[in-house]
């Protein structure tokens, strides 16, 4: 029962993580280091709570949070993410299994394209210069916390 407990309270924090991202990607469109940094410092205790076996699990994750890191990287470079969306992906990569994240993933990708819509048509209704800054953050947040709620909340329903 203490590690119902434990598993909670690890998901709580980790959903405070990801609205405190939200906030500050709207606000500023950055995303802290030692916000990742927490995501993912939390990650082996979510596998211990759980019961991850260190081979091969633990090692997958590790392995899936790479790959993740990479590919978004690569994205990074040709400058359609910002370093802290990629960063909080490869944290949250440490989470979630493959086929989750894979869900995860997807919702992403349609909230980021609303996000997307709404901070273009806000930049050209206020007439200002430049390119505008996608809070992509926000839609991975949004997206990693619809994945809890409805991986790990929403069993009672």
């Not at 606000?27 to 939390?42: G, H, P, Q, T, V």
């Not at 894979?102 to 273009?120: E, H, K, P, Q």
Request: with cysteine.
């Amino acid at each position: 029962m203490t590690g119902e407990y434990f598993r909670l309270a690890l998901l709580c924090a980790l959903g405070l993580l990801l609205v405190g991202a939200s906030v500050t990607d709207l606000r500023s469109r950055i995303i802290s280091n030692r916000l990742n940094l927490s995501i993912a410092a939390m990650a082996p205790l979510w596998w211990l709570a759980n019961g991850l076996p260190l081979w091969p699990g633990m090692a997958a994750q590790l392995a899936l949070a790479v790959a993740v890191f990479a590919i978004f990287a690569a994205l990074f470079a040709l400058g359609c993410m910002g370093g802290g969306d990629v960063k909080m992906l490869g944290a949250l990569a440490l989470w979630f299994p493959w086929q989750a994240l894979l869900s995860m993933l997807m919702v992403m990708a349609v909230l980021g394209g609303v996000v997307t819509i709404v901070t273009v048509v806000h930049h050209r209704m206020t007439r200002r210069l430049g390119q505008p800054q996608i809070p992509y953050g926000v839609a991975i947040s949004v997206a990693a916390l619809w994945l809890i709620g409805e991986r790990y909340l929403n069993q009672f329903a």
